[in-house]
């Protein structure tokens, strides 16, 4: 997949969602008994998922969209454009609200989602955003 066929109408939110499920297929999830798998494409054409992992101690558990987001960092950084997210049954997910934030700190409001809705822009799933802006004004 490539940044530029990111740009036309056929998308492969299918091989997208392929890559999401394959990521949820790794998550670690064993008091939710709900695994989460993300995936993104970022503007040079590369892809990035990750999944949830839980810890004992419940409230440190990471979102899937933490390991993408980390991911997306250690392999060159760059803006994500094509998000999707799946459950367990590897059906399309919301991302909680959380992780709407953190994907406008790599993706910002043109971000595309990938939602039970239709594919919808970050600035419609997360409207108003705070995000680095606010910190230079
Ligand atoms: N979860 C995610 O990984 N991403 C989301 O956007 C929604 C929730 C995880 C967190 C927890 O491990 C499990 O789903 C149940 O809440």
């Known amino acids: 997949m490539t940044a530029s066929d990111a740009g036309c109408a056929a998308f492969d939110w299918d091989g997208l969602r392929e890559i999401a499920r394959d990521a949820m297929s790794h ?3 064993p008091y939710s008994g709900y695994p989460v798998g993300a995936a993104a494409l970022v503007d040079d054409g590369r892809t990035v ?14 979102c899937a969209e933490c390991g993408l987001v980390s991911q997306l960092q250690t392999t060159g ?3 994500l454009t094509h998000f999707t997210c799946v459950d367990g049954r590897g059906e399309i997910l ?3 609200g ?16 990938e939602t ?6 970050l600035s ?9 802006e606010h910190l230079t004004k």
């Open 27 to 29: 998550a670690y999830a």
């Open 49 to 62: 998922s990750g999944c949830n992992v839980e810890n004992a101690s419940y409230g440190l558990g990471l």
């Open 77 to 79: 950084g760059g803006r």
């Open 94 to 96: 919301v991302p909680c």
């Open 98 to 113: 959380r992780c709407r934030q953190l994907l406008y700190e790599f993706g910002g409001p043109a971000l595309l989602l």
């Open 116 to 121: 039970p809705e239709g594919v919808l822009a």
């Open 124 to 132: 419609e799933m997360l409207p108003q955003a705070f995000g680095p």
